[in-house]
């Protein structure tokens, strides 16, 4: 990025303060609210979105600028005893495109304020502790945004579908991360959950291609398969986990995944119209810009 | 970035081909070799390149496709129980440039495999254990590039020009280093050591940039001031460095800063370069291709 004159810092606040005046439209457009259906969500559609493909690309590029400075300043805000984070889960069946939000979304962030954690089957550690342990040592330390590939939902997704606990358990689970969630908001930490909702059919082809191609092959794995005769109960356990925790402090935005250009469009405006109601500051000076101009200009 | 389709991946392959021929150039241009006199090299040459910013900009945009494959091949490897790694080690003086490197270069890796961290002045806990302890324990994954934005080599900068341990403790250090990365290389991580050699009156124009923009304030601490009238001693202990640790496993890069444009096309020619030269392949599918697919047409 080019470095900013002062006229291009101007330039950026009277975007700014354009922007403020238009609508959160994707946080609307996407948030889960009361009596939402998965079902009724077609994995194709484009809310708050008109254009196409080409439109959608050039969006997300244009996003860049405005979402590095409000970053910068959540970094810096805590370098002056802020405390505020944001942390943003990404959940979807397998092939939904996950990965694709790391490196395209997530790659967009300045990596200098983004921890990614990537949850895999519990270690036979993990499986000792609650299993809320290993999500809280990954919490986003404050400035940072952290990102979490999977998360504490496996536990009540995977876990319910196989029943890897028995359903007593895993039933009171949905309570615990909603008093989970209440507190890690009320320390700071902006939750943003999203679930990349792809079609069946779109599983399929994607899967097909992976098998097609040799470059694809390491990321194929034949349960992949077996977990995909279980798509009905996985897509009700979508529905529980959405139904149950997608609550005022820490709502589900369901994200159709169809179209990959879409899903990275919308994650990166969920995340940026969040950056922009948290509103961050510059820090103020903590100390004499003027001495400290006189003594650089002494040394030689 | 687009899906690849079959034929893209055929272009990319071509234009590897054609680069595999080219010299390894700016790894050539920047290693100190036998000999080399920091106070020798202009921190505003361009070595290996001569375009100006425009060309530059363009040149380091035109690297994006060719690192990402790579890179995704480096990760691909390791899930086939590779054991290869990358570690990008980043020093220079303050305002050198190093947070811009994690920025705009080490930005443009798939975050999904990278691993920054930042060395800061050791924590109590840290200062218990030996000085390689907090190194070791951030060394990166198989499949991963780790970056270090500084490192142990602060243990033979500010360590030594501040005496914060004895001479005689600083001293055996170096040696201490070179046995260390030794292993490291051995154990299948290619260690590349990057200065950012800024010039005197670069680093005051820097600081007092930060001095008059609000928005810089808060990268602006007082001590910069006073580190900054150790100049020559800092650039004493650097040369130290060089020349007892620019070693054949772990050579030191020393990357002229002044112009940050040339700095992080300089960077990231270095790792592409050194990616080349590992040439990670996909792995090969562990299981029968034809029978997945079989599978998957099966499945509703």
Known sequence: MAKKTGKDKKDTKVKKAKKAVTPASFTEALRAGEGFELTTLDPRSTPAFDGDKVAGEEALAGLGD??????????????????????????????????????????????????????????????????????????PSPGDIGVF??????????????????????????????????????????????????????????LAERLERPDKHWKFNPGDIDERAHWPAYQEAYQAAIDKCSTEVAPWFVVPADRKWY???????????????????????????EAEKKRLAQLP
Chains 1, 2 share one sequence.
């Open 66 to 139: 405005e979402l590095a400075e409000l970053q910068e300043r959540l970094y810096a805000e805590s370098k002056a005893d802020g405390t505020r984070s944001v942390l943003l889960i990404i959940q979807g069946m397998d092939t939904s495109g996950k990965g694709g939000i790391m490196r395209h979304v997530v790659g967009a962030f300045d990596p200098q304020g983004v921890e990614i954690t990537s949850f895999k089957a519990p270690t036979a550690e993990e499986k000792k502790h609650p299993f809320l342990w290993r999500i809280r040592k990954a919490l």
């Open 149 to 206: 590939d999977r998360s504490h939902y496996e536990d009540v997704l995977i876990v319910r579908v196989h029943d890897l606990v028995p359903r007593s358990q895993w039933s009171r689970r949905y309570a615990q991360i909603n008093a989970f969630e209440k507190e890690v908001a009320e320390a700071g930490t902006t939750i943003i959950k999203v679930m990349l909702h792809i079609s069946s059919d779109e599983q399929k082809a994607r």
């Open 263 to 289: 899903a990275r469009l919308a994650v990166t405006e969920l995340v940026l119209e969040h950056l922009r109601a948290l509103d961050p500051q510059w820090p103020k000076a903590d100390f004499d810009v």
